[in-house]
Structures are given as structure tokens and as C-alpha cells.
């Protein structure tokens, strides 16, 4: 697809209809595609749900040239919605104390997806445009989220989750920690061919790293979703350059 027959619109969901479009592209991705499922995946409409979800601000990225097809999507989740929510979602997984008791205004990310035509190119930039604008206006201090390698299979992961622990462990203050604890430290940092190890790391994984993202420690095996997680942690006050001309775009 050629990138300049796109005309890309982001915005917050307004509705249920809206809300059911971000559902239907999740349910491609992380049920059809990578074989996920969850106890309230509606196969039969295809959609991907859970109980979070009314809770969560949901950014929509559409094709106006395909008709408005939802393309993209994240899920929000700020601090005074967790407590409505009851907790964060990403709670069920990782022990988030260090952020819950640094007092800073908290962002929760999650269920972020492509449709495959749009994987590689500037979609993905549209929507962290439209997530910066939103960390400006709530004034949010830390984001934080659990991003996938997806298949459980650890021993097969053991490289490119070993770099993550080596390289890119959040400091003690941001260092959440797995509930049911899978290490990260598998293979000897000397041991490791990086370049090998950074070519499985997916791509969303990665350009979190980029932007000056960390890890926490410890990643979680969810079997139900086919996935083995791990918690990322950006810090507003600790982004590289690249990050904050971003945020600075974003908020302009």
C-alpha cells in the first residue's frame, strides 16, 4: 500500500460504536492472528472485550481513503480511572507499587495494534502524536504498560528477553516486578548476540526502547493470550531527545 494514498484521523472514541470498531481490529490481531482469547471475546460478532474496557479512553486511528477504517488503536488508562476500574489492568500481572507510591500521575497503555497494511510505516506515529497531546493535556508524569512477544515459549525467547534485563532495566524506583515470576536473566550478558537477540524484540517493544523506555523486572507467561509480557515504564522527566521533540509536537 503506498503511503501517500493515506489520509490518517486520530481521535478519542465517542461511543459504543466507536469503541466496537477498536474492538473488531483487536479481535484480528490478537485473537485471529495470534491466537489469543480472553472470557469475554465475542467470536461471533469477532470482537476482542474485557472488563476494562469501559473504563479505558480509547485513541482510534482511521483511513479516511479507505473509508474511515479503524487502522489503529490504544488504550488509556489513567489513575483516577484505575480507581473507578478498581485497579489497572496490567495489576493481574505485575506488583505496581514503585509507580503507585512515587505519588506521579500515572498512564496505563495497552492493547496497542496495527492492521498488518499499516505495520512499518507512519501509523504508528500518527497515533503516538495524538498519545502525546493526551500526556500534555492530563499532565501525565509516567506511562507504563505490558507489551508481548507473542508464544510462551521462554527457552526460544531466552535471548532477546536476556538483552531487556541486561540493557534496558527500569531503575529501582520505576522497577515493577512480575506477579508470577519468569526471569529475564536466562542467558549471560557476554553470551548474547545482540544483534540477533534485538531482531526478535517486536517492533512496539522497540521503539519504546528508543524513545528511552525501560523494563521491569520480571516478565509474565499469559497463556490464555499466547503471549509473554513484559512491563514497559517511560518517565516523562528521563525521555531522550527524540521523545520529547515528540511530546513537544504533541503538546504544541
Given at each position: ?109 495497552g492493547r496497542s495494534c496495527l492492521h498488518p497494511d499499516y505495520r ?32 510462551t515459549d521462554v527457552a526460544r525467547l531466552a535471548e532477546p528477553l ?91
Open positions: 500500500m503506498a503511503l501517500d494514498e493515506t489520509e490518517f484521523t486520530v481521535r478519542l472514541a465517542r461511543g459504543d460504536s466507536d469503541i466496537r470498531a477498536a474492538q473488531r481490529l483487536r479481535y484480528d490481531v490478537f485473537v485471529k492472528e495470534l491466537g489469543g482469547s480472553g472470557a469475554l471475546v465475542d467470536h461471533d460478532a469477532r470482537l476482542e472485550c474485557d472488563r476494562f474496557d469501559p473504563y479505558f479512553d480509547h485513541l482510534i486511528l482511521r483511513d479516511q481513503s479507505r473509508g474511515g477504517d479503524v487502522v489503529g488503536v490504544y488504550r488509556l488508562l489513567r489513575g483516577d480511572q484505575a480507581q473507578a476500574a478498581g485497579q489497572f489492568y496490567s495489576e493481574d500481572e505485575y506488583d505496581l507499587e514503585p509507580l503507585r507510591a512515587s505519588g506521579r500521575r500515572l498512564l496505563e497503555l512499518g510505516g507512519t501509523a504508528i506515529m500518527h497515533l503516538w502524536q495524538a498519545l502525546a497531546a493526551y500526556v500534555a493535556e492530563h499532565r501525565i508524569e509516567v506511562l507504563f504498560g505490558t507489551a508481548s512477544f507473542h508464544g536476556s538483552l531487556l534485563h541486561h540493557r534496558h532495566l527500569a531503575p529501582d524506583d520505576l522497577r515493577v516486578r512480575a506477579r508470577v515470576f519468569q526471569s529475564m536473566d536466562l542467558v549471560p550478558e557476554e553470551r548474547i548476540d545482540r544483534r540477533r537477540a534485538m531482531r526478535e524484540v517486536p517492533a512496539l517493544i522497540k521503539g519504546y526502547l528508543r524513545l528511552g523506555g525501560v523494563v521491569g523486572e520480571g516478565a509474565f507467561v499469559d497463556r490464555a493470550f499466547n503471549t509473554t509480557d513484559v512491563c514497559l515504564v517511560m518517565d516523562t522527566q528521563r525521555l531522550n531527545a527524540k521523545a520529547a521533540g515528540l511530546y513537544t509536537r504533541g503538546g504544541a
